[in-house]
């Protein structure tokens, strides 16, 4: 996938990017509404897929990209949130393997 994120400068972190999740697998929902926290860096597997929905102030019809995380996908907490967001993405994955 390409990545559209950009850096001013070498040393300046990138930015972050937000994404919805869907989970659909019992246990890793479990995980996700236990351990996860907003500002915590998370590993996830998934499907990119986009949700169609009514908005029912606008009468307009919505897409919404997110990942959704079935039976085969997977949820990672590499580290947990907190004010230090200024990690490299070599350092956060680290954990990951």
């Known amino acids: 996938m390409f990545d559209q994120r950009r850096a001013g400068a070498e040393n300046l972190p990138m ?3 937000w994404h919805r999740i869907a989970v659909h697998n019992e246990q890793l ?3 996700a509404v236990q351990k996860l926290v907003k500002n915590a860096a998370v590993y996830v597997e998934g499907d990119i897929e986009t949700r169609a929905y009514n908005d ?3 009468n307009q019809v919505k897409i919404v990209p997110e990942i959704c995380v079935r039976f085969d ?3 990672h907490l590499v580290q ?4 230090d967001v ?9 954990g990951l393997f």
Not at 80 to 83: A, F, I
Not at 86 to 91: F, M
Request: charged share 25%; aromatic share 4%.
């Open 15 to 17: 930015p972050a990017q």
């Open 29 to 31: 929902g479990t995980y």
């Open 56 to 58: 029912n102030i606008n």
């Open 73 to 75: 996908g997977k949820i």
């Open 80 to 83: 947990s949130g907190g004010s």
């Open 86 to 94: 200024s990690k490299s993405l070599e350092e956060l994955r680290e």
